[in-house]
């Protein structure tokens, strides 16, 4: 893997591309897999585990019982409902800091 210092582009900004880059390339993976011997055998073996998880995953999509549960992208703390800042449509407590013409206060409507 070689990156090259990029004009402006600060040494902590060069390490982190590069980390990319091998992250991406699966480097690392290949490495941890390679680690040990594994005989063949033994990767039918973990193939057929991946296939047949795989054609569980795949017939509990087509039969509606699962939604979209792959690895969640972006950043953390970004996260969408029910993440961290994610938006809540639930009771809010009672002097919860936010704008009062975000959240209206629990209770009865006032009479007009």
């Known amino acids: 893997m070689f990156v090259s210092l990029r004009e402006g582009e600060t040494q902590e900004a060069l390490l982190r591309r590069l980390q990319r880059s091998i992250q991406n390339s699966g480097l690392l993976r290949e490495v941890k897999w390679k ?3 594994v005989s063949n055998g033994e990767k039918a073996r973990i193939a057929a585990r991946k296939s047949a998880a795989r054609y569980r995953r795949r017939a509990r999509k087509e039969a509606g019982l699962e939604v979209a549960t792959g690895p969640r992208r972006g950043r953390p703390g970004q996260g969408g ?3 961290p800042r994610g938006r809540y449509d639930g009771p809010r407590p009672e002097g919860g800091g936010s704008s009062p013409q975000a959240f209206p206060p629990a209770g009865p409507a006032p009479q007009a």
Do not use: C, E, S
């Open 35 to 37: 680690r040990f011997f």
């Open 81 to 83: 409902p029910g993440g």
